[in-house]
Structures are given as structure tokens and as C-alpha cells.
């Protein structure tokens, strides 16, 4: 039988004003440079290492209240990473912890430039507010074959 051990680095940019300091077992957390806000919905991301052998790269997104709305996560080139449309979740509740993988491709120089919009039927997308998403990490995460 095979164990995986999982080592997690974290690099986080908060766009609350209290970032939140929890993360569930086993994960270890570090913090690097926080990214930096570089236009209404554009962040940028930093690792605090270059990817190296059996890592990967994932965001971990920290959605509030966006009702039927959805959270698209794109590279600032326009690469689609991915969408968080909370289902189930009632009105005026938080939508809850996302992660989407990172591929590493979309990194350059171990940062990450990220656009957020909200998409909302019959509307033209636009950036989250502080409130709709609450915080987004760049995590790293390490498998180690345990036999």
C-alpha cells in the first residue's frame, strides 16, 4: 500500500483586511509576499520558490455571498484556469472554499498575474467586490511516495 504525504507552501494575497491564519490538517502553511492589486479585478501572485520536481501549483479562493453569480479565474493573457459557481448554497450565505489547479504554464517567473470577474446572466462581467471574494492563495503542493 502506498502513503502520500502532502507538503503545502502557501503565498496569499488578502483582499479582506484580516487574512485568516486556519487551514485544515495536514497542511502546513508559510507565508511569502503577499501579491500585489494591480488594476480593478487584476492580482499578481508570487510563489515563494520556483516549482520543483513532483509540485504543483493551486489557488485556493475564499468566496462570500454571490448568490447565483459566478467567479471566473482567468491569466491576465485570457488562459482560462476556471469558474466557482456555488450550488446549493442559500441566499446570503458565503459560497464557501474553492481550489483550482495551476497549470504551470500560466506562471512566469513563479508569479501568477490573475484576473477575478463576476459573471451575472444578462450583465457584462465585473470585478468581485472585497465582500464576494473574500481572499485567493497560491499554494504549492508536494506528493511523496511513502513506501
Do not use: D, W
Given at each position: 500500500m502506498v502513503?502520500?504525504?502532502?507538503?503545502?507552501v502557501l503565498a496569499f494575497?488578502?483582499?479582506?483586511?484580516?487574512?485568516?491564519?486556519?487551514?485544515?490538517p495536514p497542511m502546513a502553511q508559510a507565508m511569502a509576499q503577499p501579491g500585489q492589486i494591480s488594476g480593478d479585478r487584476e492580482i499578481t501572485l508570487a510563489l515563494p520558490h520556483?516549482?520543483?520536481?513532483?509540485?504543483t501549483a493551486w489557488?485556493?479562493?475564499k468566496v462570500g455571498a454571490i448568490g447565483h453569480d459566478q467567479i471566473q479565474l482567468m491569466t491576465q493573457d485570457g488562459q482560462p484556469l476556471g469558474m466557482i459557481s456555488p450550488f446549493g448554497?442559500?441566499?446570503?450565505?458565503?459560497g464557501g472554499?474553492?481550489?483550482?489547479?495551476?497549470?504551470?504554464?500560466?506562471?512566469s517567473d513563479g508569479?501568477?498575474?490573475l484576473r477575478l470577474s463576476v459573471m451575472?446572466?444578462?450583465?457584462?462581467?465585473?470585478?468581485?467586490?472585497?465582500?464576494?471574494?473574500?481572499s485567493v492563495r497560491l499554494l504549492i503542493r508536494q506528493f511523496k511516495d511513502g513506501s
Open positions: 502513503a502520500l504525504v502532502s507538503t503545502v494575497v488578502a483582499l479582506q483586511t484580516a487574512p485568516s491564519a486556519s487551514a485544515s520556483a516549482l520543483r520536481k513532483g509540485e489557488l485556493l479562493v448554497i442559500r441566499s446570503g450565505e458565503a472554499t474553492y481550489t483550482v489547479p495551476v497549470p504551470a504554464e500560466a506562471l508569479r501568477l498575474a451575472q446572466s444578462g450583465r457584462a462581467p465585473r470585478a468581485p467586490t472585497k465582500k464576494e471574494v473574500k
